[in-house]
Structures are given as C-alpha cells and as structure tokens.
C-alpha cells in the first residue's frame, strides 16, 4: 500500500503523514520511527540547545536512510544557530513556525531544503505562499501547544483555504488522530496530515510516561487554551493552570502572567513528569487518546482505518 | 440527484441538510424554502412566543407539503406550552437542544414525532441516546450561538462519537458550510449535516440586512466564545461584546453579566440590526460567507460542491 499525493511527492515519502515536531517529546527515536514507517520524523528543534540538535540529526540519520524533517520555532532565541545546524547537516526538511515565513525560506531553499510553514489562518497560509514556502501546514484551535490568536477550528480553516487556488500542498493538522479524518481533510483540500497528540503517545516519543498516563485518562474539555495576552497555548488544566486562572481572575498583567509562566514549564511537566508545576501541552484529540503505542502499530491502525474509510459508501 | 443516507431515511427527506433553527432567523419563509429545496427546514421557536410559534407552523405547513422541524431550546420558559404546540399541529420533526433530552422525547415520540437531540459531547451523546431520541446533532465550538463547555470542535467530537457503535443518525454541526465538508463529515461517521450560518445568509431568512451585511464583511477571528459563566455564546467582536470583556477584565460577577446581557439583547442584534448594543450570534464559517443568497441558489450550489467532491480521486 502507498497513498500518493502532492505532499508525498514533494516529500518523497510513502504516506502524506507528518509526525509534529513538539518540545521535549521529538528526538531521533521518534522521528526516524515514523520515518522508517513511510510517514515523515519530524525533530522538535523548539527544546534543543544548538549541540542537541546536532546530536539528534547525526542519531536520527544513523537511524534512517528516507527523509525526515526539523521543526524550528522562529521565535527561537540562538535561530541563527539552528538555521546553521539544518543546512550543514543538509536536513531534508524543515518545519517553520510562530514566525514571519519570509525570514529564512529563501536560504534554506538554496540549500535544496523543503520548506513548510505552520499556519493558524488564511491570512497567513497567503504570506507563506508568497514566502515561496514548498507547502502549508493549516494548524486549527483544536491543535496542543502554540496555537492562533482566530482560533479558527481546523475544519473552518480547511474551508477557508479550500476556495483559495493554492498550489503548493496543504497539510491538515489539529484535532487529527484517525484515517478517518485524513480522508475526511482530503475532501477539504489537504493532501496530508500533520499529527502531535498521537505521536506523542508512542513507546518512541520521549514524553514522561507520567505525562502519557495522565493523557491517557484525559476527556472532553480536559484541555483548553489559554495565555492568550502572551502567546496562546493549549494545555491541561492541572494545577499549573489553575494558578494561571488565579491571575486572570485578579485580572493581572502580562508580565505576572509572564512571570508565572517563567522557564522551564513545558520541560517540567512534558519531559520530567511533573503533573503538578509543569505546563502540560496537549490538543483536544487527547479526549480519544487511551493507549501508547509503537509507532508501527499507529501507522498500521491509522492506514488500516483510511483504507476502511475509502471503501465505505453508505452514510 | 438524490443523496440517500441513515437521515435522509429517518426523516423523509431528499438531501441530509438540515437547516439550524435559529433565534429571530427561522421563520415559515425560510423553513419551508429549505424543506421545498429538499432539505429538513427548521423553525426556531427559541425566539417566539406561544401564538407565534402556532402561526408559523401553520404557515409553513401552508407554504411546504414537505417535512419540516422545529427547534425547541429546552431552557425556553414556556416549554410546556411550545411542546403541547408541536403535538397538536403534528410537527413531523422536532430538534431539542440545551437541556436534558429524557424531559420530552417519548411524549414527543409517542405522537409520532422524530426527535433530534443537539449534545456538544459524547457524553451528551450516549445520554441522548439512553433517552432514545432518533438521532443526534453533534455540535462543534465553532458553531454560532448557544455551545457546549467542553469546547470540541466539530473535527474532534465527530472523531469521539464514530469509535461508538450508535445505531442512530449523527448529524455534524458547526462550521459547515461547503459540500465539502459534508462528504468529510460523512467519512467520519456523520450521516447529514446541520447548517446555521450559511442559511442565515439567505433571502429568506429574517435576520435584519443590517447583520447580514456585516456577516458578509466579518473575516478571521472575528466571532468569539464567550459569556462562558452564564451559558457559553459565539458572537460577533462588536461594541456590545466589548463592554462584556470590559466587565470581565474588572472581574465582574455572574450577576453583573446577567445585567448587561439583560433581555432582548439577540433580538436587537439580529431581529432589529442594531449592530452596536445588540448581541450578534453567528458561528466561526461567517468568515466564509460573503453573499446573500436565496435557499434555492445555496443548495444547488452545495449540491454541486457536494457532487465534485465525491469524484475527486486525487489529493
């Protein structure tokens, strides 16, 4: 089996699937996993120091010979570094986000890097184009971790951009985590998906198994976007949150919020298992989410259930 | 052409589009244009009165020999009299939302009338179903008006409910305005669509000019959730919203808010189009709509959208 569209084809890879690049979960086991299942490893760049994501491009070629990506933060304070490290080390893709596409397309296209930009509305998904970004990654509400200020929802995103005539590839992410649903952003345009919540809920992602059971016993309404007055988030409402909550009830400013926030929160929670002081990102899909699983077993269930998809004719 | 699926079936009806029974919108003209269209045309006796809501179905019957529906929020303070209504004029379909769907389902039921629940849970959806209604509406966080405090989008609570084996139509609502879409909701379980906005901006529909052409204007972001204390609404970002997130910024009480939403605040948004003190529900896919129509129009072209959608073979 192989599914072939314009973002396999840009790609070069088996199945329109991207793995999200996230903090503290994304590193050469689970992206060169995905990428040796036919998807594209995506390598969460937002949480590495400079040397680390050299490390993690060095492992995760050792680990696979087909394409993967690297997921950079253009709000990444050494960004010139990492910018460095993806050409040097001639990564065939990279993932750009919370940023202006214009900054850096150009060079890393030199390079005969792929470009795709994440993108939280219509607005946007026209400046990466003119950008001259290689594809679009169309990011709705429902998204863990950094999200947009419209809060477009991903299905009313996929129709904005449906009726605009763009040729590069569109990429669905957001609220993703069934073949199903792949299908179903196919007939809206997409010609791939990019999933988070469900990666990082793989034996491969580096995720504290505390984060991950905790993941596993979330449901609806478990998460929600906040920090909207610095950069909005979508997180689980833990403690962590409700001190959060505390400030926006005292009706406090951005730099309390800032403060609280401090550093280190998503590490915390994310990578060491702190339920209780730690940010916890997460998208809404959580709500389905009740296993941990390899990433062979995902990407056979997940194409197993496209294919049943395909096939059904009665509503 | 004709799309035949588990609702078409259940109500009688052409196409699986039921048109949203929407406050101070949903009168006889546009029921019964949706209904003479092939779709289930719904009446929104949220915002009559008792004789009104008499007189409208009356009319509808008068100008549709079709089924039709009428949409019963179950917190309306004359709930008796509006079902003892229904009954008596044997309404063929009858959609409840905003309440407990064990109230009125089998009185309703026991006279012949198919009952439809609006739920924005899967929670809400498996006690709909103990309370045996015929089918369910599952409505997503981008939809207009009243909405659930789970916030799932319509991708991910359709994602929830296809892993259950409900044996009743699901119906997918909020953010639905393309025939795109359908086909998308219907690979993710759906069996019809529910749409509110995109009716709202027809000939028919009685939501003032003034409104409609301020929809036609709205873009990205322009709508929120809010009033989530009292019960939580999707709004337009105007001047009477602005005055609620000032009350909110200087930690108002439920009761405060209460006040400024006072009554009649809807009608004089979208009835009487005062754009400035009125309340404007509509849902996130106003961003999408940028002309008024006529049902007529709306529904071939949804039918054609609908249509090209199902052929395409290459994403």
């Known amino acids: 089996m192989k599914i072939d569209t314009k973002l396999t084809r840009l790609l070069g890879i088996k199945y329109p699937i991207i793995q999200g690049g996230m903090v503290w979960t994304s590193g050469a086991d689970l992206a060169s996993a995905v990428s040796n299942a036919g998807g594209l490893g995506v390598l969460g760049a937002g949480s590495m120091y400079p040397e680390q994501l050299r490390e993690a491009i060095i ?33 065939p893709v990279v993932i750009t986000s919370a940023g202006n596409p214009n900054l850096f397309t ?11 930009h994440v993108v939280s509305s219509l607005k946007f998904a026209l400046k990466a184009e003119q950008a001259e970004v290689n594809g679009i990654i169309a990011e709705g509400f429902e998204a863990g971790g950094h999200n947009g200020r419209e809060e477009n929802t991903t299905l009313v995103l996929l129709q904005l951009l449906y009726r605009h005539p763009f040729k590069i ?3 669905a992410a957001g609220g993703i ?22 990666f990082l809920m793989t034996k491969e992602s580096t995720a504290h198994q505390n984060f991950k059971d905790l993941v596993k016993s979330l449901g609806e309404g478990d998460t929600i976007l906040s920090l909207k007055e610095l950069a909005p988030v979508r997180l689980i409402k833990n403690e962590f949150y409700a001190s959060v909550l505390e400030l926006y009830q005292k009706g406090a400013s951005t730099e ?7 550093r280190g929160r998503a590490k915390k929670g994310i990578y060491e298992g702190d339920l209780v002081e730690g940010e916890l990102e997460i998208g809404q899909i959580s709500a389905l989410l009740d296993d941990i699983v390899s990433v062979e077993t995902l990407m056979t269930t997940f194409l197993k259930e496209y294919e049943l ?3 059904k004719k009665n509503f």
């Open 256 to 262: 309390e919020l800032r403060s609280l926030l401090g």
């Open 309 to 311: 998809a395909t096939q």
């Open 106 to 116: 150009k060079r890393l296209r030199s390079h005969g890097i792929k470009v795709l």
């Open 169 to 171: 590839p569109i990429v």
């Open 59 to 91: 492992n995760c070629k050792a680990k696979t010979t087909f394409p993967f990506g690297v997921n950079i933060p253009l709000m990444y304070p050494d960004i010139e570094e990492h910018i460095t490290t993806v050409i040097e080390h001639k990564v």
């Open 177 to 198: 985590a069934t073949g199903s649903a792949m299908l179903a952003c196919f007939h809206m345009g997409a010609s791939g998906v990019q999933m988070g919540s469900r």
